[in-house]
């Protein structure tokens, strides 16, 4: 099984391959659109899962509402499938009382960046311990087709028939901007590379928002084909590498950084690798340009869009901070008791 | 502190008295009006206070919008209500005066700051021509007494270093130094409590006990009084006591359940007023495993607190009506996931933002019926600022031990207003059992064995129940207890996701059944006072109690057969709610709302019940209570 190193050479999978396999799968028939990508994340989740070692019942998943908040009934873990958008503040609560527990939260483009916009931005602010998968399809699929807050401006949809006057999100930027301390792409259609990043997610202390491209072969077939191609995919796409030149088309291309912008470069005679820019993901500036890296592809000239983990940050988590709270509480003033709690300590007597 | 001669003037004795602080609201006047409680409490008085603000923290100055009252009702009898009119009236400026001058008594005394009532107040309050009340005789049947406070607190303050604005600040001290002298009160307390406050800032501290001795020695040395007044010992039940508002009884009473049930507790809240203090309370409390979460929203701080429950602590949120109603989805699916959850409503005047610092009961419907699909919830309310203690602790017993959202309805009034209370001891709270269900084999509270479970197949049943219809609180890290659960309907038992007709149908019934046989445990009902049977029956919930009752004893005294009985259970009801209601010939439902309980009460009992309703966001007096029975009564 292959591995990730992290920025501190942590090995984000090797961990567990001698222990026994434990099916995760549960007893529930799985409900998705034949050919619909969630299939291909639930497989690489429980392989990742099934592999950690980790005991079934230490895990929880927690979703909102869409075709991938489903996805808590099809594994035999602890789950809670919550209400729209909703689902980080379900899981800030769970965490806070309840911190030595694997908490997954499973969300999409609708769920996470427009009914429970709010939420995912203070989750992201705190810090809360979980890992995020965002399935991103750019459409609402439960709803049947309508445009979402990802889908390209001019979208046409089954609300949007002269096409989607918003503009839409760049999700990890929006990430970026509520201080996420880990932010990663992946796709369905790249099973091994979403194992990676799901274990580097799974490994990291704090809020791990990986977001997934996902295809909705029903009501937007192709969205992410020119990524996912084999054809189209060397000069689209750029995979990240800690320490690594970022390098694409099949390294005969490369990104540098001239007079702080990026700008794309041909390897040969004139650059070498050595004047990409190295990827850093502990550099908080340059993860800022990285989420960046959005344009349409269809555009002349767009830059190839960065998949692999662009940001990885230490911070105390909030369930760390809260609890810690709690014990200094008991410490300096010991532990609770009622009967004082009741007295109040400004008491008269009569009789 | 000495108190200098007393003798020199005459002490008259009174039962009660009430008096009313008004000021703007930057004046300090709940500070003053919450010490003299404190003090009068201490003293052994009994105490009912009315703390009644603007919404604004600093609204214009001088004007009627920004006028700031705390009124207090002490006896050496049992008080119930904050008092109909009052006695003393303090005001601090001329809209203060303009604002509550209705409210005094015949015959009452004003003690008026004559600073405030210079052409600029006159004019801000809205005297016409600028004309002074306090100069052009209108106040003749009042006692009214000029005093110079600004002036007198600056003059006490002489040769401190202290900016005039902070010097001026102390005229409440000034005022509550004046009031200990009028009604023959030590200054320890008042003393005490200025140490607490500024003990880290001498200067301050200085300041503020001259202004209070100041005060003090005013009433002493000055001429125009020449009457104290003694409210002797209020004849209280025997035994410990302290002061307690209806916020901090909810915080108290949550916490106390939280511990009978050995479980931390989660509050998930946003702020909003009148519910904040909770927050503030509860967040002083860490050392009982107390986790205070200040969510981004309103639904962030439901959805937190199930997500807290579900991970097996106690979750709890509260706020009042707006925010209430951002919360109705979430509850739904507290329900619909049956995990033990506490709903507080500090209600005040809606509908939207409304009044919000004024108090009403008009979210009783919202309570009981405000949610999509089928979803009974528990509604309890409490009626006093003790009681919130009582009703927040059995809301946590009904939440944990029926696994079900409970909603708990108080309301401005009570939440800011303070009684005298003989808390009770740990050990006299009763247990609270939850069934949590422990995969080792000790099932804990669940009454079956671990077998009864499971299928046969040995697959945990989260929605298999116990005779009481409550099923079993599985949490997270249990092995083989996995399950997944979720808003979506569920199978029977399994809780797997079932669309089928006749399941639903079973479902639905099945947690309403459940809800409803909480009413299985309710002590018999228990009439707060009057014959069992005869010619009226009050009908009261939530923080009309006060006014209620001392309109009912005062009817009962005169001869009137008139009883009261007083809901603490919404929903489900009483079950001897309904041969109660047949015993007398007229019900009369006093609510500070269109006729909510009274709707409530018709559909349930198809009784003729009448309403009395008020909708100004001000409590009742017992005046228009009881006027209200007597034109019942002729009718």
Not at chain 2, 114 to 125: E, H, I, P, V
Not at chain 2, 210 to 234: M, N, Q
Not at chain 2, 494 to 500: A, H, K, P, R, V
Request: charge should be neutral; glycine fraction near 10%.
């Amino acid at each position: 099984m292959s591995t990730v190193n992290g920025a501190n050479g942590i090995p984000g999978q090797a961990r567990n391959d001698n222990v026994e396999k434990v099916d995760f799968s549960s007893d529930q028939e799985v409900r998705w659109c034949p050919g619909c990508g969630d299939y291909s994340i639930l497989k690489q989740v429980e392989t990742l899962l099934s592999q950690s070692g980790r005991k079934k019942e230490e895990v929880v998943f927690i979703s909102g509402i869409g075709c991938s908040s489903r996805f808590p009934y099809y594994l035999d873990t602890y789950g809670l499938h919550g209400i729209h958008g909703r689902a980080p503040a379900i899981v800030s609560g769970l965490r806070s009382v309840r911190p030595e527990l694997s908490v997954w939260m499973i969300t999409g483009d609708g769920d996470a960046l427009s009914i429970g916009g709010n939420h995912i931005i203070h989750l992201l602010r705190r810090n809360v311990d979980v890992n995020v998968l965002l399935f991103n399809n750019e459409i609402y699929g439960l709803t049947k087709g309508q445009y979402s807050p990802t889908s390209p401006e001019g979208a046409i949809t089954r609300s949007t028939p002269m096409g989607s006057t918003d503009h839409p999100f760049n999700p990890l930027a929006l990430v970026k901007g509520a201080d996420g301390t880990f932010i990663a792409r992946s796709m369905d259609r790249d099973p091994k590379h979403m194992r990676e990043i799901l274990a580097r997610a799974d490994a990291h202390r704090g809020t791990s928002l990986v977001e997934i491209y996902q295809n909705c072969n029903v009501f937007n077939d192709g969205a992410f084909e020119v990524f996912t191609e084999k054809a189209s995919k060397p000069t689209h796409t750029l995979f990240v590498e800690q320490g690594k030149p970022l390098t694409f088309a099949n390294g005969t291309k490369g990104i540098c950084i001239k007079e702080m912008k990026p700008r794309v470069i041909d390897i040969g005679p004139e650059f070498s690798p050595n004047d990409c820019w190295i990827h850093d993901e502990r550099d908080n500036f340059k993860a800022s340009i990285l989420v960046r890296l959005f344009e349409d592809p269809r555009h002349e000239g767009a830059f190839p869009r960065p998949f692999g983990v662009f940001y990885v940050a230490d911070r105390p988590t909030h369930e760390e901070k809260l609890q810690g709270q709690v014990k200094r509480a008991k410490e300096l003033k010991g532990i609770g008791d009622l009967d004082t709690l009741l007295n109040g300590g400004h008491t008269w007597t009569i009789g | 502190m000495s108190t200098a001669s007393p003798k020199t003037k005459a002490v008259e004795e009174r039962r009660n008295v009430v008096i009313l602080f008004a000021g703007d609201s930057g004046d300090g006047i709940q500070l003053t009006g919450s010490q003299f409680t404190d003090s009068s409490a201490l003293f052994g008085n009994d105490v009912s206070t009315f703390p009644n603000f603007p919404a604004e923290i600093r609204a214009p100055q001088g004007t009627l919008a920004g006028v700031s009252g705390f009124q207090l009702h002490f006896g050496s009898v049992e008080v119930w209500t904050p008092g109909d009119q009052c006695d003393v009236l303090v005001v601090m400026n001329a809209a203060a005066l303009k604002a509550n001058l209705h409210k005094l008594k015949p015959g009452g005394s004003i003690i008026a700051n004559t600073d405030g009532f210079d052409k600029k107040n006159l004019r801000l309050a809205g005297y016409i021509d600028e004309a002074d009340p306090l100069a052009d005789g209108s106040l003749a049947p009042y006692h009214l007494h000029s005093v110079d406070i600004t002036k007198l607190t600056r003059a006490a303050l002489e040769g401190l270093t202290l900016g005039m604005k902070e010097k001026d600040r102390c005229k409440n001290m000034f005022v509550l130094g004046f009031i200990n002298w009028m009604f023959n009160r030590g200054m320890d307390n008042s003393e005490r409590f200025l140490q607490q406050k500024f003990g880290k800032k001498p200067d301050l501290l200085e300041a503020n006990l001259r202004a209070l001795k100041a005060g003090y020695h005013f009433g002493d040395t000055s001429e125009t009084f020449t009457t104290r007044f003694e409210v002797k010992p209020a004849p209280m039940p025997k035994g410990t006591y302290r002061s307690i508002t209806g916020n901090q009884g909810t915080a108290l009473g949550l916490i106390a359940g939280a511990q009978k049930a050995g479980l931390d507790l989660f509050y998930g809240s946003y702020p909003i007023t009148p519910a904040s203090d909770i927050l503030h309370e509860l967040s002083k409390h860490k050392n009982f495993g107390v986790i205070t979460f200040q969510a981004e929203d309103e639904i962030a701080a439901i959805s937190s607190a199930i997500g807290a429950s579900y991970g097996g602590a106690l979750g709890i949120t509260a706020s009042s009506g707006p925010g209430i109603a951002l919360k109705t989805e979430a509850m739904g699916l507290a329900f619909m996931l049956e995990i033990p959850l506490v709903i507080v409503n500090v209600q005040r005047g809606g509908p939207s933002t409304g009044l919000p610092t004024k108090t009403e009961q008009a979210d009783l419907w919202q309570a009981v019926h405000g949610r999509n699909g089928e979803a009974p919830i528990p509604v309890i309310a409490a009626s006093t600022p003790i009681d919130c203690f009582d009703m927040a602790f059995e809301a946590v017993q009904l939440a944990l031990e029926h696994m079900t959202p409970v909603i708990l309805l108080t309301d401005g009034y009570i939440a800011n207003g303070a009684e005298p209370w003989r808390f009770p001891a740990a050990k006299d709270l009763p247990a609270i059992v939850p069934p949590t269900v422990i995969a080792n084999g000790d099932e804990g509270a669940v009454k079956r064995s671990l077998a009864d479970l499971h299928d046969a197949s040995g697959k945990f049943l989260p929605y298999v129940r116990d005779e009481r219809g409550v099923r079993p609180w599985a949490l997270p890290g249990q092995p083989g207890l996995q399950h997944r659960i979720g808003g979506i309907e569920k199978q029977d038992k399994t809780g797997n996701i079932s669309y089928e007709p006749k399941n639903h149908e079973l479902m639905v019934k099945l947690r309403a059944e459940k809800v409803a046989r909480i009413a299985d445990r309710f002590k018999p009902i228990r009439l707060d006072s009057g014959p069992p049977e005869g010619e009226v029956l009050i009908v009261g919930w939530g923080s009309t109690y006060g006014s209620i009752r001392t309109a009912a004893l005062e009817l009962q005294a005169e001869g009137h057969s008139v009883a009261h009985v007083h809901l603490r259970h919404l929903f489900p009801f009483n079950k001897g709610l309904g041969p109660l209601l047949k015993k007398y010939r007229k019900v009369l439902v006093p609510e500070m709302n269109s006729g909510q309980l009274r709707q409530l009460l018709r559909a349930e009992f198809l009784v003729d019940a009448q309403g009395l309703n008020k909708i100004q966001g001000l409590p009742f007096t017992s005046a228009e209570i009881k006027e209200a029975v007597l034109s019942l009564q002729r009718s």
